[in-house]
């Protein structure tokens, strides 16, 4: 209870004075997390449109892995990156390894399939309701596709947020491909697993509640942007 209370209180502390250590971490963790997301959802949501409106012979198998791939263990993710990106590996050669361009690639990698999964949820149900007319206005693939994402675009929100969640709280594998270097690599994630490990609990808490605060604000700021609220469809 006491290094709750300990925690609670450094995080207010290092916030309202706007700790120089703690603004580069946070916003080292935030530019990760967000270019991981915008990759991420680049990939992701075409991918989603076109197994809801076309039919190919490897689409459940597709389905079925991407499903599969949402419980996909990032510490694999972070190993498997690893080794493409060494020296060793096929694209040693670009210098990526232990960079935040690595931390970012690990993310999209993880967050790809939780993305693709919902948003296709989200899209076969709002394919069923659209069909009919498409079919009949004899539109190609590809207005089909961008006639869902438009028109399901609140619901691809969620799926997005959800990425973002998981991104943003992600570890083990940045941890990997990272390597918690300071001033360079470090993010709120691995700062916390660090101070644990040094016993300084207090900080580590207190570097949790921030993380919390961060991914909360970004939430409710993506949420306001977009005029969820404002239109009733929270």
């Not at 892995?65 to 996909?72: D, F, W, Y």
């Not at 939780?114 to 009949?136: N, T, V």
């Not at 919390?212 to 469809?233: D, K, M, P, Q, Y």
């Amino acid at each position: 209870m006491v290094d709750l209370w300990s925690g609670l209180s450094q995080a207010f502390w290092l916030v309202v004075t706007l700790d120089a250590e703690l603004l580069e971490i946070a916003l080292r963790s935030l530019r990760v997390t967000l270019s991981a997301l915008v990759v991420a959802c680049l990939i992701a949501l075409p991918l989603a449109g076109l197994l809801a409106v076309r039919r190919f012979r490897l689409r459940r198998a597709v389905i079925a892995m991407l499903n599969a791939l949402m419980g996909l263990p990032p510490v694999v993710v972070g190993l498997v990156v690893y080794v493409f990106l060494s020296r060793s590996g096929p694209l040693g050669v670009l210098g990526l390894l232990f960079t935040p361009t690595a931390m970012i690639i690990a993310q999209v990698v993880i967050i790809v399939p939780l993305i693709a999964s919902i948003a296709h949820q989200s899209l076969r149900e709002l394919w069923q309701e659209y069909h009919d007319l498409l079919i009949s206005m004899n539109v190609t693939q590809g207005q089909k596709i961008r006639t869902l994402l438009w028109d399901a675009r609140r619901a691809l929100l969620t799926a997005a947020l959800a990425g973002f969640g998981r991104a943003i709280g992600e570890v083990g594998a940045i941890m990997i491909v990272g390597g918690n270097i300071d001033h360079a690599t470090r993010v709120l994630t691995t700062a916390i697993a660090l101070e644990t490990g040094k016993g300084d609990f207090g900080l580590a808490l207190a570097l949790g509640f921030v993380l919390i605060g961060l991914a909360i604000t970004v939430n409710i700021a993506i949420h306001w942007l977009s005029r969820t609220e404002r239109e009733g469809n929270w």
